[in-house]
């Protein structure tokens, strides 16, 4: 198994374009989720799924958009990329066995660097 | 506030020192309780979680939560140089859905 795959590594966008992210997971994990890791700001929640054809808000969503057409995979959009979106964003996945009881980890893949010019 | 304070220290300590981490959080909502290892340049990986208040040891390793302070902690016995890292703490409701994670602790164990 790949476990979470991030594509692409390494980016770099100017101002104003717009590109997409994709996580794809081979584990048949429910849940997936998007977060951007900052310098003294820690992992912050953007979007998660909670299945196929689902998605919600996390902490903070607003210039990105998600979709989750297939079970495996997660999409993070930027439409008009900023500068304050360069960070570090990684995907995550988890299986969920009906009520969580913290046993089912979120396994996380290796990132996608993105440099906003 | 931030949902989860954490010291980001950098510590650095000898080979075979203990090592405490700590971070408190401000929603008492927060049932679960993890600590993730963030090699650099990788993903986050699962070193330990508990529930609600209470110890757990896993090796040289000892999760502690007090919900009554909202305080949490890690101890790590007897460091290794292989330990050196950043050592995220996260916490999560009854529901699981989204996890509050700390700025993480820079880490460094000197041989």
């Known amino acids: 198994n790949a476990g979470v795959t991030q594509t692409p590594k390494f980016r770099v966008l100017k101002t104003g374009q717009s590109m997409t992210l994709l996580c794809a997971q081979d584990?048949?994990?429910?849940?997936m989720y998007w977060y951007r890791q900052d310098p003294g700001m820690g992992l912050r929640l953007i979007h998660y799924s909670v299945g196929e054809g689902t998605t919600a808000k996390g902490e903070v969503p607003d210039g990105y958009n998600v979709s989750r057409l297939k079970k495996q995979n997660f999409l993070l959009g930027l439409e008009s990329a900023a500068p304050s979106q360069t960070s570090v964003y990684f995907c995550a996945s988890r299986r969920v066995l009906g009520t969580w009881k913290g046993t089912d980890t979120q396994y996380f893949g290796p990132g996608t660097r993105l440099t906003v010019l | 506030q931030k949902e989860v304070e954490q010291d980001p220290g950098p510590l650095s300590v000898p080979e075979g020192a203990i090592v405490s981490l700590n971070c408190t959080y401000s929603?008492?909502?927060?049932?679960?309780f993890m600590w993730y290892r963030q090699y650099s340049r990788k993903g986050p990986e699962l070193l330990m979680y508990?529930?609600?208040?209470g110890n757990k040891e896993d090796g040289r390793f000892t999760a502690q939560v007090d919900k009554s302070s909202k305080y949490i902690s890690l101890f790590i016995r007897d460091s290794q140089p292989s330990d050196s890292a950043t050592y995220l703490c996260a916490m999560s409701a009854n529901t699981g859905n989204q996890f509050y994670f700390g700025t993480g602790t820079s880490l460094t164990v000197i041989p």
């Open positions: 929603n008492s909502a927060f049932q679960y």
């Open positions: 508990t529930y609600s208040s």
């Open positions: 584990m048949n994990h429910e849940y």
